[in-house]
């Protein structure tokens, strides 16, 4: 294939606006070709090498703004690569190529013989009939691998991960092979949860997993089963700190019959219940000192003796534990063994608190609306207030107080739409610019920087990322004295 997008000769006056650097000066350029995806420029600065933004004044349409990238310099002018805008931009676009387009007996893409303009191209098969309305979703939809392949070689591992995930969970539906849909995101703190449950779920190793309550570790370990050769087997769970002292024991270890008063038959304990797939030790740190040995001696020989019985017998399980407590800091109080730690501690995995979850507080709010409303067949929805008071709580109780603040206000709700008083969530009151220019504002430049990167350099993007307005973000650009340099 020769072109991937038909390129046609124009005049257009055009305004160029660097994002980076708002000390540059503006440039006035002339568009003399234009396509889809790049231009030649008269007037660009040879100095140029950060993504700028280009202005050009269609006739009809009016002033559009595209995101371009210097490709190089010659002498006939400047070729920029343009990068792909919303819709409305690129019908605009397009309707100017296709009205500039000259009257050749050939393809213009691979220019091959073919004045029809009608069908297909015999040659390179791209769609020729320009006059038809939806020639352009036609186009992109026939393009989309060459315009993908095209960016990859900007894209690291990472990137190419979060972009197949978005494609398989988002565009086609397809869920994650976790058994709960809440156990979601796409934030960089879960981002490298999922990374390490994929990597150790696999193996036998245990796990013991750190976090703040309501975090979801029993859905972490829920996931390390299902994605484990444990999958079909049983997955037991345990909250230690839920059960009495006295009786703890005979619920792990089960019983045999007359063992102690009321052991009116024998019973399986959590551990043999288990067996062949994966024991959750919930809240491992309230484990009572005597029961720390027995757990410790099942780690290391895995037999299991059941309270009043004589023989011990053989378990097949994997232990995954976890705690909201510091457990140096037991072991230093001489609450927790050290032996213990160490067994439990060969692979550990920290779930990330609710509120260093980013966008992921909107993500899961909306799963739990809608799971109330499939089950009251009652269509509700956010309002802006309400995404924004979700956005800025602190949420201490995590991803369960979450839950409950939605359910509280799908009951509470008069009509369809939610609003922050009825989550009692306090509204969210943007300080505007004026805190976010002072000396003392609280966005560092790293996050700034880390912000446009995770936006591919899209100033709207990244400042509904921060919360803020786009002459915010310009604001912020511009402080920290960010250059295209500054980013990775």
């Known amino acids: 294939m020769g072109r991937l997008d038909v390129r046609a000769r124009t005049h257009l006056d055009s305004t160029v606006c660097y994002i980076a650097r708002e000390d540059r000066p503006q440039e006035q350029v002339t568009i003399r070709e234009l396509s889809l995806s790049g231009a030649l420029v008269d007037g660009l600065s040879t100095q140029l090498s950060e993504i700028f933004a280009i202005r050009p004044v269609l006739p009809g349409s009016g002033e559009v703004e595209l995101l371009a ?85 900007r894209l690291n591992l990472e990137h190419i991960q979060k972009i197949i995930h978005f494609v398989d969970s988002k565009l086609l539906k397809i869920q994650h092979r976790s058994p709960d849909k809440e156990f979601v995101g796409t934030s960089e703190g879960m981002l490298s949860v999922f990374s390490m449950i994929r990597k150790v779920a696999p193996t036998e190793m245990s796990v013991l997993l750190l976090g703040e309550s309501g975090t979801g570790k029993e859905l972490t370990a829920k996931s390390l089963h299902h994605l484990s050769t444990r999958r079909d087997g049983p997955f037991v769970a345990v909250n230690c700190a839920a059960i009495p002292e006295t009786l703890l024991e005979a619920e792990l270890f089960g019983y045999e019959k007359g063992a102690f008063t ?38 290391e020989d895995r037999l299991v003796q059941p309270v009043g019985s004589a023989h011990s017998r053989k378990i097949d399980v994997r232990i995954v534990a976890a705690t909201n407590c510091d457990l140096q800091r037991a072991i230093t109080q001489g609450h927790f063994r050290t032996d213990l730690f160490y067994r439990l501690n060969s692979f550990t995995i920290k779930l990330p608190p609710l509120r260093e979850r980013g966008e992921d507080k909107v993500r899961l709010a909306k799963y739990f609306l ?32 979450l839950e409950n603040k939605v359910r509280r206000g799908f009951l509470m709700a008069a009509g369809t739409v939610v609003d922050p008083e009825e989550m009692e969530l306090a509204r969210y009151e943007d300080p ?16 700034v920087i880390k912000v446009l990167e995770q936006n591919d350099y899209v100033i709207a993007r990244a400042a509904r990322q921060l919360n803020i307005s786009r002459p915010s973000m310009y604001a912020l650009i511009k402080k920290h004295g960010i250059n295209r340099g500054d980013m990775k």
């Not at 310099?73 to 100017?96: C, E, N, P």
């Not at 505007?432 to 996050?447: E, I, L, M, N």
């Open 69 to 153: 990238k210097l490709v190089r310099q010659g002498k006939t002018g400047a070729a920029i690569r343009l990068f792909y805008s919303d819709h409305d931009t690129m019908q605009a676009l397009w309707v100017h190529i296709r009205d500039n387009l000259s009257e050749e007996n050939s393809c213009p893409y691979c220019g091959h013989p073919d004045g029809s303009r009608e069908g297909s191209c015999d040659k390179c098969n791209l769609y020729l009939n320009f006059a038809k309305n939806n020639y352009l979703e036609r186009h992109i939809e026939n393009t989309f691998a060459q315009r993908l392949n095209i960016r990859l070689s």
């Open 370 to 401: 809608e799971k109330f409303s499939c089950s009251e067949n009652r269509s509700m929805e956010f309002s802006d207030d309400a995404l924004d008071a979700i956005r800025n709580h602190s949420w201490p109780g995590n991803v369960r107080e």
């Open 432 to 447: 505007g610019v004026g805190a976010v220019d002072c000396k003392s504002g609280p966005v560092r430049k790293d996050q």
């Open 262 to 299: 009321g052991a009116y038959a024998t019973k399986k304990g959590k551990f043999e219940s288990a067996d062949g797939g994966t024991l959750f030790l919930d809240e491992i740190g309230d484990l009572p000192a005597s029961l720390q040995a027995k757990l410790l001696r099942f780690l």
